[in-house]
């Protein structure tokens, strides 16, 4: 059993950047590959990005790519995601997930997930 605590949420303006955490629990995460999600209201959840359990391999989203980056802390059971230059459209409940191994991008693929932390970017 993981668990998992996001946490670095808030408000910003467009063009700030902000780091968002993602805290384990257990012994074994470094076995694990992670998952940042996010959904805004009224849409469905979307991959953001995701790093395999070594943190050698990364993906990313079009929509982010070149702004937001992935990455991890083993030795602190902690991923972090990176978010630079912040757009309105960018608000949304930001969620973290993992999986056993290797990543994926389909959130229905990941077994454990964080309650989630609030990201409003402001025009």
């Known amino acids: 059993q993981v668990q998992l605590v996001e946490s670095g949420g808030g408000l910003v303006q467009a063009g700030d950047s902000l780091r968002v955490s993602c805290t384990a629990s257990?012994?074994?995460?470094?076995?694990?590959?992670v998952g940042w999600f996010r959904q805004a209201p009224g849409k469905e959840r979307e991959f953001v990005a995701a790093?395999?359990?070594?943190?050698?391999?990364?993906n990313y989203a079009d929509s982010v790519k070149g702004r937001f980056t992935i990455s991890r802390d083993n030795a602190k059971n902690t991923v972090f995601l990176h978010m630079n230059n912040l757009k309105p459209e960018d608000t949304a409940v930001y969620y973290c997930?993992?999986?056993?191994?290797?990543?994926?991008?389909?959130?229905?693929?990941?077994?454990?997930w964080g309650q989630g932390t609030q990201v409003t970017v402001s025009s």
């Open positions: 997930a993992c999986r056993f191994n290797r990543y994926s991008l389909y959130a229905s693929e990941y077994n454990y």
């Open positions: 257990g012994r074994t995460f470094s076995s694990y590959a």
């Open positions: 790093i395999g359990a070594g943190g050698s391999f990364t």
